[in-house]
């Protein structure tokens, strides 16, 4: 505990310039993924990894949308939906081209018509609240779809490592899909419902590092990594909270907007690691 109010404003000061140092690692790192994956679909683990990814999007996407509707990291916000929304239409023609069965491609064929209503609605004109609406209500039916399209992938591989692909990209989505809500909650759309979102994402998010951190495939490397996890999701969890019971202030929604995407960092490369063994 602080020993003076001085004491407190520069830890909290320290704090913040630790986390936006995290910030521009993390989106350097986003920005490389967005041009440095694979440009085909590897195999069936790497397969996993692009469809799961596509659901972490659709979230990521809606994230930035209501943070530049309401002011949050506006520089920050529209890079990140530019790029969502890049990095989405890349994958979803790799998933497509690659897709082993008709079922699989049948599910990506309905997911390219889907993601474009949603696509059509991020960019059409300035985020508004009628906007907002309406890009939470569509993110969802793209989310469904691409979740559809990471089983499918996962049940083609047949592998216990497919599984561990699955849950850990799972875990990309599952950290922007509770920023969204908390942005979302931040201006009352439905709020009610955002912080019952955010309350299951949280219990789910939680159990599933127990599942990554003791499942007998996991390396000396990705234990390193969920230990950053761990300390990274203190950060984001302290702001999550933040909104339960009180009005959230436009510094609040920084730090949840920030503390997410270094989360989001960090289960891109657990989720990569898992992909990259061949068990």
């Known amino acids: 505990m602080c020993g003076s109010s001085s004491r407190c404003l520069s830890e909290r000061q320290a704090e913040k310039r630790l986390k936006r140092r995290h910030f521009i690692a993390s989106t350097a790192l986003t920005a490389l993924t967005g041009v440095s994956v694979r440009a085909?679909?590897?195999?069936?683990?790497?397969?996993?990894?692009?469809?799961?990814r596509q659901r972490m999007l659709s979230q990521r996407a809606s994230k930035a949308y209501l943070a530049l509707l309401q002011k949050v990291e506006p520089r920050s916000a529209q890079q990140v939906l530019d790029k969502s929304i890049a990095l989405f239409e890349k994958q979803l023609g790799e998933l497509k081209a690659f897709a082993p069965s008709a079922t699989i491609r049948g599910t990506y064929d309905a997911l390219d018509g889907t993601w474009n209503d949603f696509?059509?609605?991020?960019?059409?004109?300035?985020?508004?609240r009628e906007g907002a609406a309406k890009v939470v209500k569509l993110d969802a039916a793209v989310l469904a779809l691409a979740n559809?399209?990471?089983?499918?992938?996962?049940?083609?591989?047949?592998?216990?490592?497919?599984?561990?692909?699955?849950?850990?990209?799972?875990?990309?989505?599952?950290?922007?899909?509770?920023?969204?809500?908390?942005?979302?909650?931040?201006?009352?759309?439905?709020?009610?419902?955002?912080?019952?979102?955010?309350?299951?994402?949280?219990?789910?998010?939680?159990?599933?590092?127990?599942?990554?951190?003791?499942?007998?495939?996991?390396?000396?490397?990705?234990?390193?990594?969920?230990?950053?996890?761990d300390a990274q999701?203190?950060?984001?969890?302290?702001?999550?909270?933040?909104?339960?019971?009180?009005?959230?202030?436009p510094a609040h929604m920084s730090d949840v907007?920030?503390?997410s995407e270094?989360?989001?960092?960090?289960?891109d490369r657990v989720t990569g690691l898992y992909s990259d063994l061949k068990t």
């Open 40 to 52: 085909q679909v590897a195999d069936l683990n790497d397969a996993i990894n692009k469809a799961g």
């Open 119 to 128: 696509k059509r609605e991020l960019i059409s004109a300035t985020p508004s």
């Open 148 to 229: 559809q399209g990471t089983t499918q992938y996962e049940a083609a591989s047949g592998k216990p490592v497919g599984r561990l692909v699955n849950i850990a990209g799972r875990q990309r989505m599952l950290s922007q899909r509770m920023a969204k809500f908390y942005l979302a909650g931040a201006m009352q759309i439905d709020a009610a419902g955002s912080a019952a979102e955010i309350a299951r994402s949280r219990a789910e998010f939680l159990a599933a590092l127990d599942i990554l951190r003791n499942a007998p495939e996991a390396t000396a490397q990705i234990r390193q990594e969920l230990v950053l996890a």
């Open 233 to 249: 999701w203190m950060f984001f969890n302290r702001g999550l909270e933040r909104l339960e019971g009180a009005v959230a202030s």
């Open 257 to 259: 907007f920030v503390t």
């Open 262 to 267: 270094n989360l989001l960092a960090i289960m």
